[in-house]
C-alpha cells in the first residue's frame, strides 16, 4: 500500500496550491482520510480529514476558510485545496488514510494507519 503525495511548491503569500494523494495498491473509498503537516522545527499538525464518502470534512482552526479537502474514490485520490497561503502554511504536507471508515479521533496523527511521504509547500512573503 501507498500513499503518493504531490502537487507542493514555491508560492507567494496569498497564492494557491492544489495537493493531491493518490493510493495504490488497494482502494480506500471506505476509508477515512487526511491531511496533516509539519512545519521545521515544529511538531506535526492536524490539517483537514473527510470521511470514505466526503459527506463530512474537518479542518483545523487556522485553515479554515482557505483550505478544501475532497475525494474522488474513482480515482483512488483526495486533494487539499489551499487558497490564500500564508508564511506560516510553510511546512511537508502528509497525507493518511485510517484502516476503515472510523472518523474519531480524526485529528490525531497515531490513529492513522497508512502515511504519504510528504509533499513540500514554502509560501514566501
Known amino acids: 500500500v501507498q500513499l503518493q503525495a504531490s502537487g507542493g511548491g514555491l508560492v507567494q503569500a496569498g497564492g494557491s496550491l492544489r495537493l493531491s494523494c493518490t493510493a495504490s495498491?488497494?482502494?480506500?473509498?471506505?476509508?477515512?482520510m487526511g491531511w496533516f503537516r509539519q512545519a521545521p522545527g515544529k511538531e506535526r499538525e492536524f490539517v483537514a480529514t473527510i470521511t470514505w464518502y466526503g459527506t463530512l470534512t474537518w479542518y483545523a482552526d487556522s485553515v479554515k476558510g482557505r483550505f478544501t479537502i475532497s475525494r474522488d474514490n474513482a480515482k483512488n485520490t483526495i486533494y487539499l485545496q489551499i487558497n490564500r497561503l500564508r508564511p506560516e502554511d510553510t511546512a511537508v504536507y502528509y497525507c493518511?488514510?485510517?484502516?476503515?471508515?472510523?472518523?474519531?479521533?480524526?485529528?490525531?496523527?497515531?490513529?492513522?494507519?497508512?502515511w504519504g511521504q510528504g509533499t513540500l509547500v514554502t509560501v514566501s512573503s
Open positions: 493518511a488514510a485510517k484502516e476503515g471508515p472510523d472518523y474519531s479521533d480524526y485529528g490525531v496523527g497515531s490513529t492513522y494507519d497508512y
Open positions: 495498491g488497494r482502494t480506500f473509498d471506505r476509508n477515512v
